[in-house]
């Protein structure tokens, strides 16, 4: 914010300079009767001066800007936790590592949401089956560094988080990256700003039709409530291995990925219309 900041104050100064220059310069030579205008055709000193001030001025607060873009986009600090974020059409799915703290491998043919694969997620790769899926809610805990590594299944998104002024593009076979440490608790927040507050993870890039309803929420909590969530979840790997023993058709890839299928379906409200979208 303050880097917003001190840019909007810089550039507010130049523009009333500037403008009240303009106004009284054509107020003060406009035409008068017997005043002829003066031939002024170039002056080094001039073009230095409005080429050199401009540029170092420019080059400062870009400098800013890259500091903090490469901080953000940098190695996260030791302790964080990882999440991994995937958008898709239109959605956003989170994946925690679960007690490894590893993410496990995953492929795009894999992909299956029928066979409760939604990532495509390996299971001969270990480090999987303990790995947690969930969507359209993301659960950090407070104060605590969060990396997000960050995807998309079709077309490309954009990860916003308005309340922590942060944004990044989810491009399909490019995973990016970014962390923060979220200051304040969900709850917190609602006792300052009120009881409908929430936290917003919102898409950023125009992805399509249902491109307005891709709206996930972020539950900012105490490492305690973290916990008590996680312990809750089941992983991907028991929910997928579960489902595998119900259904008799076991030919993998052989119902094909599901962006083909997805894109004639668009949704209306991305919460209560999951399997619409799938
Ligand atoms: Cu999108």
């Known amino acids: 914010d303050r880097m917003l900041y001190i840019t909007l104050a810089i550039t507010l100064i130049v523009f009333v300079l500037t403008q009240i220059a303009l106004f009284w310069f054509s107020y003060k030579y406009q035409e008068k009767e017997g005043q002829k205008a003066y031939y002024f055709p170039h002056n080094n000193k001039l073009e230095l001066i409005w080429t ?7 080059t400062v607060l870009v400098g800013f800007g890259l500091y903090y873009w490469y901080e953000i986009t940098g190695e996260a600090p030791e302790d964080a936790q990882v999440v991994e974020v995937t958008g898709k059409q239109f959605g956003w799915e989170f994946r925690y590592p679960g007690a490894d703290g590893k993410l496990g491998k995953k492929y795009y043919r894999e992909i299956n949401p029928a066979k409760n694969n939604p990532l495509g997620q390996i299971w001969q790769d270990p480090a999987n089956h303990d790995d947690i899926v969930a969507s359209q809610e993301m659960h950090l805990v407070v104060n605590k560094p969060v990396r997000l590594v960050i995807y998309s299944k079709d077309v490309i998104h954009d990860v916003g988080l308005a309340h922590f002024r942060l944004k990044m593009d989810a491009v399909p076979g490019m995973p990016t990256t970014m962390w923060f440490t979220p200051k304040f608790t969900t709850r917190e927040m609602k006792q300052k700003y009120g009881d409908d507050f929430t936290y ?8 399509g039709a249902g491109h307005f309803s891709m709206r996930g929420t972020i539950i900012v909590e105490s490492q305690a409530e973290f916990n008590v969530y996680m312990a809750k979840q089941k992983s991907q790997y028991s929910l997928a291995m579960a489902g595998e023993q119900t259904s008799p058709a076991n030919v ?8 083909q299928q997805k894109q004639t379906t668009p949704s209306t409200d ?9």
Do not use: H, K, W
Not at 52 to 58: D, F, G, N
Not at 200 to 207: F, H, K, V
Not at 252 to 259: E, K, L, V
């Open 52 to 58: 050199v001030i401009p540029a170092i001025t420019l």
């Open 200 to 207: 917003e993870i919102s898409c950023d890039q125009m992805c």
């Open 252 to 259: 993998p890839g052989a119902s094909g990925d599901s962006t």
């Open 270 to 278: 991305s919460t209560g219309n999951r399997t619409a979208i799938r």
